[in-house]
């Protein structure tokens, strides 16, 4: 007799990523996948040796929970100095299993039944299930294309759309900046906006800044958690994968005042007990190299980012100049395909190249049927032979 397994609702209301669906159909067809965010580049030679020494050197078991102590005071010391928020390793900080598990467990820690988390979109595809579980009620605000004074087009949100989604039942606003899938990097008044919302509706700001360090055109990070009224409202969530290239250490953190952090310590400590101690010594490492290592990063991000916009431009897509991450959002209205996903999957079976339906962003689908998200994390040379089978798309549709 087969059994009926009676599943729980919550983890019938989220499907698998659109995301990973993508990447299986470009292993299929041998695409260039263009989709999933994975750093090109390894870690650092030093952080990769500092890992191996660590585990010689007997770092095997679990750390305290909420992170080893010299791993929190890196962070307390890079917290303060690059994001501008006084932090105190002992009480402002928990170091999470990546910054994924830090979003779910500040939501965790906040949401009761009923209440409303704000959340701008296109959004980063883990919000949408975060809110599931915690059993927030999400609110959405679309970032909309804008012409700007200099005559470029930017993403930003419309101001009273954006008061109306706050109400008495607002628990928190989810900031990503700089932002995934549109490379938008929150303005200091946009930021200020935000936060006077926040102190109006007495609520909290949650930031995801994992792509901090991932910023062109001498453009600068701001952190709302900075903002003087906004250090006991803020719970800022960051991490090692994206600046290190090292997604698969999981070394993420939260950084958040003192009661938060008591209640985002508790939900760490019960759903992964701590993150793996030897890399957490190996991240010390990390957090202290010198500035002159982010520069370097960011400028081979940004001859990927002009590369691809150049090939992109030249198929005939409309592209989004991204300010940060490692993603370009283009517009797919011109080549004439009904919808995204049937986009999707004809540029990977005859053209070679995946990429993300816009569609998948959005809460509302409608709002993204003629996006299509690619990424720029690639060697060289993949870039360039991407760019040359993008350029067959005239000739095939
Ligand atoms: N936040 C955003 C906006 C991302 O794009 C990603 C990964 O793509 C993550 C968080 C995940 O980061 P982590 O590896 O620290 O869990």
């Not at 999981?250 to 985002?264: C, F, H, K, N, S």
């Not at 690639?378 to 991407?386: H, K, Q, R, W």
Request: some cysteine; overall charge negative.
């Amino acid at each position: 007799m087969s059994v009926q397994y009676k599943l729980s609702d919550k983890s019938t209301r989220f499907t698998e990523s659109v995301i990973r669906g993508m990447t299986q159909l470009c292993l299929r067809y041998d695409a260039i996948n263009l989709s999933q965010g994975t750093p090109a580049y390894q870690p650092p030679p030093e952080v990769k040796a500092a890992a191996i020494e660590a585990i010689q050197e007997g770092y095997n078991q679990y750390s305290i929970t909420w992170g080893a102590p010299a791993f929190r005071e890196a962070i307390a010391q890079k917290m303060t100095t690059f994001n501008s928020i006084p932090t105190d390793p002992n009480r402002n900080v928990t170091v999470t299993c990546g910054s994924t598990e830090g979003m779910l467990s500040s939501l965790l820690a906040i949401i009761n039944p009923g209440d409303e988390i704000i959340i701008f979109e296109p959004f980063y595809e883990n919000y949408g299930p975060d809110t599931i579980i915690s059993g927030a009620t999400p609110v959405y605000v679309a970032l909309q294309e804008s012409l700007s004074s200099d005559g470029t087009i930017h993403f930003t949100y419309d101001p009273a759309e954006l008061q109306d989604a706050f109400s008495p039942n607002t628990k928190a606003i989810i900031i990503n900046t700089p932002n995934n899938p549109l490379g938008k990097v929150f303005t200091m008044d946009e930021l200020q906006q935000i936060a006077d919302l926040c102190c109006e509706y007495d609520c909290l700001a949650i930031t995801d800044e994992i792509y901090e360090h991932m910023i062109y055109d001498g453009k600068p990070h701001i952190s709302i958690g900075s903002l003087p009224q906004m250090q006991e409202r803020t719970i800022t969530v960051s991490g090692l994968s994206k600046a290190y290239s090292m997604t698969g250490w999981r070394l993420g953190y939260v950084v958040a005042p003192e009661p938060l952090t008591d209640a985002i310590r508790k939900m760490h400590d019960f759903l992964t007990v701590g993150a793996p101690h030897p890399l957490q010594r190996a991240g010390v490492v990390a957090l202290n190299l010198p500035p002159s290592y982010h520069q370097e990063l960011v400028t081979k991000y940004d001859t990927n980012r002009k590369r691809l916009l150049t090939s992109l431009t030249e198929a005939g897509f409309q592209c989004h100049q991204p300010e940060g991450a490692y993603y370009i959002m283009t517009d797919i209205t011109d080549f004439g395909f009904p919808d995204d996903t049937t986009f999707a999957n004809w540029l990977v079976k005859e053209i070679g190249v995946g990429g993300v339906p816009g569609s998948s962003f959005y809460s509302r689908p409608h709002l993204g049927r003629t996006k299509f998200r690619f990424m720029f994390s690639m060697a060289d040379d993949i870039l360039a032979e991407a760019g040359e089978r993008l350029m067959q798309i005239k000739t095939k549709i």
